[in-house]
């Protein structure tokens, strides 16, 4: 089962008086994607675009989707809903005035779609994106929509839904292909909850600049605290060898999320329809 690779360009300084390393890192996992000829979907931050141009720029030149991933790297909760529409607004023409090209698809930072924050669902519509792979469908220690659909749906408005894969046994259920999960979890149980995933589901990786950043000096990350923060910060160098040991378990790597949606735009999905 061929996995898409995703990676989501954000900014995890705490504050400028930090040492800017999320550029560095955001290279290294390019360079690793276009060695092994993979077209990623890359999730980026409409700030970034507007004061780091030429990194944003690098990603669409090498032929990667590029999608939102919120004007600032802020939960949907903490934007609210009298801004929201404005910033996926802002945050989208952002980063389409340096690509030249369309943004269609919106990833929600720390997936943080969830019942609280349903009523996003009609205004990321309403902003001209065509899918959403903002939904983590199980408990989180930071935020997830337990009971939520684990395959690829449709929100009532018609925005297609790529939610994060997880798997485990009953109500114990993780986001395995991605971030820190993706580290600790042995290759064996990954092998396993990937074939679990089963027909009709559209495996996805997702990882971060800090999440191959080996040499970063540990501190206490934004939006998160100690505890998280120092998990986070371990295990940093299995990153890549297990991104890759992910797709050899896949057969393949997947193709970008946006030709995936355009693929399921004349298939019959489930609807779901989100509460306010």
Avoid at 29 to 50: K, M, N, S
Avoid at 207 to 216: A, C, G, I, R
């Amino acid at each position: 089962m061929p996995v898409t690779i995703t990676f989501d360009l954000e900014d995890n300084r705490r504050s400028d008086a930090q040492e800017e390393r999320f550029v560095w890192m955001s290279h290294r996992f390019l360079d690793f994607v276009e060695e092994r000829g993979i077209r990623a979907t890359v999730f980026i931050v409409g700030e970034i675009a507007r004061s780091h141009g030429a990194l944003v720029r690098r990603v669409a030149d090498a032929g990667h989707e590029v999608g939102l991933h919120g004007l600032r790297h802020v939960t949907l909760g903490e934007v609210g809903p009298s801004r929201l529409l404005e910033e996926l607004r802002e945050g989208r023409e952002l980063v389409e005035q340096i690509i030249q090209g369309p943004v269609r698809g919106f990833r929600a930072p720390i997936f943080s779609l969830t019942p609280s924050t349903a009523w996003a669902v009609g205004q990321i519509g309403e902003a001209g994106f065509a899918y959403s792979s903002s939904v983590l469908p199980a408990t989180n220690p930071l935020h997830g929509w337990p009971g939520a659909p684990s395959r690829p749906f449709r929100w009532e408005n018609g925005l297609i839904e790529f939610p994060c894969p997880v798997g485990g046994l009953g109500r114990v259920q993780i986001p395995f292909l991605g971030g820190i999960y993706m580290r600790y979890v042995p290759l064996t149980v990954a092998r396993r909850f990937l074939r679990a995933l089963g027909e009709g589901a559209v495996p996805w990786s997702y990882s971060h600049p800090y999440d191959v950043d080996t040499q970063e000096p540990f501190s206490v990350m934004p939006h998160a605290g100690w505890l998280v923060s120092r998990i986070l910060h371990t295990r940093r160098a299995a990153t890549l060898p297990r991104l890759q040991a992910i797709i050899d378990a896949g057969g393949s790597h997947g193709r970008p999320l946006g030709e995936i949606a355009e693929h399921l735009d004349g298939v019959e999905l489930p609807r779901v329809a989100s509460t306010s």
